[in-house]
């Protein structure tokens, strides 16, 4: 057959509308028989149109069995999800895949079965990544203080302690779900409720974050679970480790519940935030609505409402803050949480509704090498047809990076009346912090803190000197 035959058919065969494809292989079709076709005499027509008649037949097989792998290719692509960046926040790093995510990786590799290509699940989108936090303590104070941080019952207290073990837990479930949870060991302070109530040593498991978190854009974001409540700043910028702080242990009015604290750091239940469009400013808000917490009065029950809620009422709580582009490191906001309480005490008798209102307001710079936190708010309570309780407080924390070594300085104040209703163990309390942590390497810190207070309250007014010193590390 001679080549002006075949560019001919050629012509019509693209004047018949045929695709791209076929022409693609038809070429590819003369090519492989240019040989074949060479050979033969051109005189002999019989039997080229026989020829391009077979090849044309073989063209249409080809492209029947291209459409239904190309067919088969786009129902695996859209059953997949698209890939996503992993998380870069603190305590999410990942993990080396362990030997069962190898052996999943090896399956997929196997050759199809039936002649249809498998599904591919790309394990790194839904990588379980664990981070780990722990410390322990050699800690001694002059003081007789069930309320203190750690907290002992007998005067003179020194002792080794182990802090909590905090395991970080974090999953990319898809391109806009995550997961995330914080599961800490510790002993002691969980046991100072009910019948264990002065019990130290023995450990016990709390599940203190636990959350899915669905992101739409930069603008709205929300979570469902158990979360650190956006009272003021400390509270969602340090978790549940002492590594990740600068100090042993956090100011006293962001203790934990269950550690004496009288805000409530934890809530169950639902929680949007993003940005608010402001140019330079960099507006973001955070609104939540939860369970709120048990009434801490008496300190007997579990502070958090992971299950049920006082008088079926829904706490909620409104934060505002800013970080501007032109000074880097600085934020600075303000929030107000309102809750409804249901205590049994003097103040409080018959165990008539508390209402709750926490107004809170921060100003920090924060950069790799220095730090300057402020933090002031105050906690009214007031039982029906009662009077106004007002509990203000504030610390202020300070500071600068020397290579491997920073020291700092703490203040802080709290101001409880000794017939608040909600806490009315806790009273005045108020002296300065002064610490200096060593960084050993990337991921051991040591520190060394001393402690001074000044507390009054119904039972006795006393000054307390406490020494810490705190090996933190993470893995």
Partial sequence: MKFSTFLCGTISTIKAGRSAGKIFLLILAFLLNAGTMRAQSSGDSSTDQQTIQKLLQRIDQLEARVAKLEAQQSATSAASPTAQENSSTAGARSTPPSSAQNATSEAETEQPVGGLEPERMDISKTLLRIRGFGDVNLHGDTGKNPTAIPPFPKK???????GQLNLFVTSDISDKFKFLSEIVF?????NIYGNTRGSYNSFGVDVERMLVQYSYNDYFNIEAGRWHTAIGYYNTAYHHSTWLQTTTERPFLFAFEDQGGILPIHTVGVSASGQIPSGKLGLHYVAEVGNGRESRSPLDQEPVENIVAEQNHKAYNFAVFARPEAARGVQAGFSIYRDLLDPISQAA??????????????????????????EALVVRHTPQGGHLFQTP?????????FGSYR???RYEYVNGSD???????????????AGLRYDASEFVALK????YRTVRDRQANQ??????MQLGFTF
Avoid: C, M
């Fill in 349 to 374: 008798p018959n165990g008539l509704p508390v209402q709750e209102t926490i107004l809170a307001a921060h100003a920090v710079y924060i950069r790799p090498s220095f730090e300057f936190l402020n």
């Fill in 407 to 409: 020291p700092y300085f």
């Fill in 448 to 451: 060394l803190q001393y402690d």
């Fill in 419 to 433: 017939n608040e209703p909600i806490f009315p163990d806790v009273g005045h309390r108020e002296g300065p912090s």
């Fill in 186 to 190: 510790e002993a002691g302070p969980d």
């Fill in 393 to 401: 407080g504030f610390y202020s924390q300070i500071s600068k990076r």
């Fill in 463 to 468: 000054s307390i000197n406490g020494l810490t």
């Fill in 156 to 162: 003179d207290s020194t002792a080794f302690s182990l």
